[in-house]
């Protein structure tokens, strides 16, 4: 549950907020920073793609650009899938 509360302050973290954490993380403490992004479901071939792409560029930013991008997918999906009202009892496991 620690982990589910630790990615749900995150997401209300603003994005410099974020970028400076991120940061944080990978001068000391960069296996979570990993938990953290396999967790978020953020794409490994895109992170090390943005990394590659901006190799001068603040990975804190960047990384939390990723994250950013990888919520607000994570909250359509879940609009786009969201019922309305109580599910038909037929249908109730």
């Known amino acids: 549950m ?3 509360q630790e990615l749900l302050k995150l997401e209300d973290l603003t994005a410099e907020q974020m970028a400076s954490f991120i940061n944080d993380l990978i001068d000391k403490d960069f296996s ?3 938990q953290i992004l396999y967790r978020l479901d953020v ?3 895109k992170l090390k793609s943005v990394l590659l792409e901006h190799p001068t560029g603040d ?3 960047l990384i939390a ?3 950013i991008e990888r919520i607000a997918q994570r909250e359509k999906a879940k609009e786009l899938f969201k019922q309305e009202g109580e599910i038909p ?3 109730k496991w």
């Open 65 to 67: 650009a990723l994250i």
């Open 89 to 91: 009892e037929e249908d």
């Open 2 to 4: 620690e982990k589910e």
């Open 43 to 45: 794409s490994e071939d």
């Open 32 to 34: 979570r920073l990993v």
């Open 59 to 61: 990975a804190g930013n």
